[in-house]
């Protein structure tokens, strides 16, 4: 198994555009999550997913961010438009059987 | 509100000493606690987990302990090696709420030879 996947491993986008990030998830795992980890906050869990249904997206932390799981092997983050404050690394996780695996994440960079 | 607190903030040994890191947490109800390195530029790896009827738990030269009374856990690294340079998450799990994890911000490690 190749674990969570997740790409692209580094983006760096001009403050305005869209960001679209892309996680794997491993086979049979139930359950997706969004995180996102800064130096000040530490892991923040944006939303999360259970049979491709959001569960709890309060952690998004504004309209210019969105989830979609269209089937149980693959989910986007979007961020439209982007902007500095968004920058940090995100995180996708896949949960099976209480096994939480971590995916190895995007940086991301708004400049 | 649920709260998982770490310290210190960052540890600086010589390789081949013992450290002990520190996790008090205010999640309640709790479910259990796991413990997690995070090398730079990758994704969190589970060391431990432990529930509520666990005191301790070891993996090679981790081992975690547990009082789920003082709501208190710690993370001992025995004879240091350079590759236990990273970051250790605890992360609390509680079986109600929306939350399903609550992270500490960890502890950055450094052993230095």
């Known amino acids: 198994d190749a674990g969570v996947i997740q790409s692209p491993r580094h983006e760096v986008t001009e403050m305005g555009q869209e960001v679209t990030l892309r996680c794997k998830p491993i086979?049979?795992?139930?359950?997706l999550f969004w995180y996102r980890q800064t130096m000040m906050r530490g892991l923040e869990l944006l939303i999360y997913?259970?049979?491709?249904?959001?569960?709890?997206d309060s952690g998004m932390p504004e309209d210019r961010f969105s989830a979609k799981m269209p089937n149980a092997s693959f989910s986007t983050l979007k961020i439209q438009p982007s902007e500095p404050r968004d920058s940090a690394v995100y995180f996708c996780?896949?949960?099976?059987?209480?096994?939480?695996?971590f995916g190895s994440g995007t940086r991301l960079t708004v400049v | 509100k649920n709260q998982v607190e770490q310290s210190p903030q960052s540890l600086i040994i010589l390789e081949g000493k013992n450290c002990t890191l520190q996790?008090?947490?205010?999640?309640?109800?709790?479910?259990?606690l796991r413990w997690y390195k995070q090398d730079t530029g990758r994704g969190p790896v589970s060391l431990t987990i432990?529930?509520?009827?666990?005191n301790t738990k070891s993996n090679g030269r981790y081992t975690a302990t547990l009082d789920a009374d003082t709501k208190q856990s710690s993370l001992h690294i025995t004879a240091s090696q350079l590759s236990d340079s990273a970051s250790y998450i605890c992360?609390?799990?509680?079986?109600?709420?929306?939350?399903?994890?609550?992270f500490g911000k960890g502890t950055r490690l450094s052993v230095i030879a």
């Open positions: 992360v609390v799990s509680s079986p109600s709420g929306n939350t399903p994890l609550v």
């Open positions: 432990m529930t509520f009827s666990e």
């Open positions: 996790c008090n947490y205010t999640v309640s109800p709790f479910s259990n």
């Open positions: 996780a896949s949960r099976g059987s209480s096994v939480y695996t």
């Open positions: 086979s049979g795992h139930d359950y």
């Open positions: 997913f259970n049979n491709n249904v959001p569960i709890d």
